[in-house]
């Protein structure tokens, strides 16, 4: 079991920057594959980006591909996610999440979720 934490949401206009973090702890966390997603009201939570363990295979989804980048520290057991040129379509609830399985863009193979952070972009 890993627990995940996010950090770093807010407020911010159009155009700017955020750096969400996420905390994982547990004996395997570095092991695992960790992703990204988000939620916006009345939405489905989709994929946003995905790192493999060892930090070396990526992936993102089109409508952030350029903008946004993954990384991940597993000697402090930490995921960031660095969030450049933000659109009010951006706007959400960005989850961390841990898949045992690996490096996947698939949602119901990720096994631990964190609480989420509100990220806001005013137009």
């Known amino acids: 079991q890993v627990q995940l934490v996010e950090s770093g949401g807010g407020l911010v206009q159009a155009g700017g920057s955020l750096r969400l973090s996420c905390a994982a702890s547990?004996?395997?966390?570095?092991?695992?594959?960790m992703g990204w997603f988000r939620q916006a009201p009345g939405k489905e939570r989709e994929f946003v980006c995905a790192?493999?363990?060892?930090?070396?295979?990526?992936y993102y989804a089109d409508s952030v591909k350029g903008r946004f980048a993954i990384s991940r520290d597993n000697a402090k057991n930490m995921v960031y996610l660095q969030m450049n040129s933000l659109k009010p379509e951006d706007t959400a609830v960005y989850y961390c999440?841990?898949?045992?399985?690996?490096?996947?863009?698939?949602?119901?193979?990720?096994?631990?979720w964190g609480q989420g952070t509100q990220v806001t972009v005013s137009s």
């Open positions: 790192i493999r363990s060892t930090g070396g295979s990526t």
């Open positions: 547990g004996r395997t966390s570095s092991s695992y594959g």
């Open positions: 999440a841990a898949s045992s399985r690996g490096l996947t863009t698939i949602k119901s193979l990720y096994d631990n």
